[in-house]
């Protein structure tokens, strides 16, 4: 839907939304639909082909039409090929810049990242429930994936797998969200 406000210019205007809390109104600051889910994906370090393939998947299998944001911190080519394989995807938006990390955060429904321990840290204050790409090498993602907070795994289809139903599934989400104070 397009707004008329500003003649020549077409700007999306999403339906009022109810919802004023503090997710709804991260997403909002970041010009993302409130009510729409928001998966967060933190990578600097995973293979560009594997990424493109993983999120391209996800894209494609998501029946909710999710946003998708990407932070490539720190790593300009992986931003560029990303940019370049799915960065004209409507509901993928792709972010360069270190300081972008809080505002995503703060946005996020569930987060997939390769499992820095900073990371692992914000995920923790924000209770978010996380798909680590990797294997549990380190004891943090080991106590997550053992909480039930996490789950985790090297291949892109199960990965994809995991964040598709973790989209579709609210009470899965949640169950993930609480499983931090266990």
Partial sequence: MFSGLYPGKQTVAFPPS???SPLAEAKRLLG??????H??????????DFL??????????????SEISILCASNGSLYQKLDEEIGHLES?????????????????D????????SVLAEALKRQLPL?????????A??????????????????????CVKLLDDAALRAKMSGAYWR
């Fill in 32 to 37: 993302l639909d409130p009510d729409a889910l």
């Fill in 92 to 108: 993928i938006h792709l972010y360069d810049k270190e300081s972008d990390g809080r505002k995503l955060l703060d946005s996020a």
């Fill in 131 to 139: 798909v680590l790409i990797g294997t549990p090498e380190q004891e």
């Fill in 18 to 20: 109810k919802d004023h």
């Fill in 141 to 162: 993602w080991s106590y997550l994936m053992n909480q039930g907070c996490a789950v985790s795994s090297q291949d892109n289809v199960e990965l994809a797998e995991y």
């Fill in 39 to 48: 998966l967060v994906a933190l990578v600097s370090n995973t293979p560009g």
């Fill in 110 to 117: 569930l987060m997939l990242t390769e499992g820095q321990d």
């Fill in 52 to 65: 493109s393939d993983l999120l391209s998947m996800i894209y494609v299998c998501d029946e909710h039409d």
